[in-house]
């Protein structure tokens, strides 16, 4: 996949894509269906599939102090993007020269002129331009204007819920992931890489691979069984394990992160890209009387996290 984020620069093969359009904050199965329609229509026009989506999200762009959102990074959405077999994602840079484009402006300027696009793929709900001042009937308009097709895709859903990012959100942070898993079509995954932390659980005989969290939405506090992809390195592969998600109340106030213990796993991660995906919440954090207590307590949450993910299909 190639990624674009400067169109000055951009080689003659970039474009003329079949692209669906939008934020793709976790890629859920809504995003999917909107991608498998320009995938279609990449096929039969004999072009590149790809995505157009903004960095920084718009909604950090107009509302920076605003708590933390996003379901995952640029980085883990490129990824994946990429497996879903996406060829070209236009990664437009979001500052104030393409907040001020009007609804035509960026038809013309952006989808026709810079990217000379020949389909371009929507949700219902999309709106565009200058104060969110154009909707799909106006795409619509500006595309048999400006030379390029425009499809409309419905919202998906199902008996229990449309398939929004703001309803993962909400799954997440109830502590719920399985739910929030049957909107995304895959469990819900925090990637970064991972940092020294205190070692703690090291001397607690569970050493753990560390990873920001911030600028993430924050799922629910407390331990997760989890599957853990280490993306690079020479220990790159698949792996299960326990992970704690929060503040560590055991050991005073701290800046919330992610602390995972791989099972069965010798090596050093440090500097590694990791991936971490949350399974099932296990129980939330708590201070123990002692370290001995909370040992025990680990033994326990590892001896669950491994039943639970031995059963998986």
Not at 257 to 273: R, V
Request: charged content about 25%.
């Amino acid at each position: 996949m190639r990624i674009i984020r400067d169109t000055s620069f951009m080689a003659p093969e970039d474009g003329g894509a079949s692209v669906a359009i939008g934020n793709f904050d976790g890629v859920h199965l809504g995003h999917q269906a909107v991608i498998d329609i320009a995938r279609a229509k990449a096929t039969s026009l004999n072009c590149p599939l790809g995505v157009m989506t903004f960095e920084p999200h718009p909604r950090q762009f107009f509302a920076p102090d605003a708590p933390p959102f996003r379901l995952m990074n640029a980085q883990a959405r490129a990824h994946r993007l990429e497996k879903l077999g996406v060829e070209r994602l236009y990664e437009l840079n979001f500052g104030g020269a393409l907040a001020e484009l009007s609804a035509e402006e960026f038809a013309r300027d952006i989808i026709s002129g810079a990217l000379g696009l020949r389909h371009v793929v929507v949700g219902a709900d999309f709106c565009f331009g200058k104060g969110r001042s154009g909707n799909v009937e106006d795409l619509q308009r500006f595309g048999a204007e400006f030379g390029f097709e425009v499809t409309v895709a419905e919202l998906v859903k199902d008996a229990k819920s449309e398939f929004s990012s703001t309803n993962i959100r909400q799954a997440l942070s109830d502590g719920r992931p399985g739910d929030a898993a049957r909107m995304l079509g895959h469990w819900h995954r925090m990637e970064g890489e991972v940092i020294r932390g205190d070692q703690r659980g090291r001397d607690l005989g569970f050493p753990t691979a560390n990873m920001s969290i911030d600028g993430l939405h924050l799922p629910k506090f407390g331990v997760y069984a989890v599957e853990v992809d280490v993306i690079d390195g020479p220990h790159a592969g698949q792996y299960h394990g326990a992970a704690s998600m929060g503040v560590r109340p055991m050991f005073g106030e701290n800046l919330p992160n992610l602390e995972t213990f791989i099972f069965d796993f010798q090596g050093d991660l440090y500097g590694s890209n990791i991936s971490v995906a949350l399974v099932e919440y296990l129980r939330p954090e708590e201070k123990f009387d002692s370290l001995d207590a909370l040992i025990a307590q680990m033994d326990a949450d590892c001896t669950r996290a491994r039943d639970i993910l031995k059963a998986l299909p």
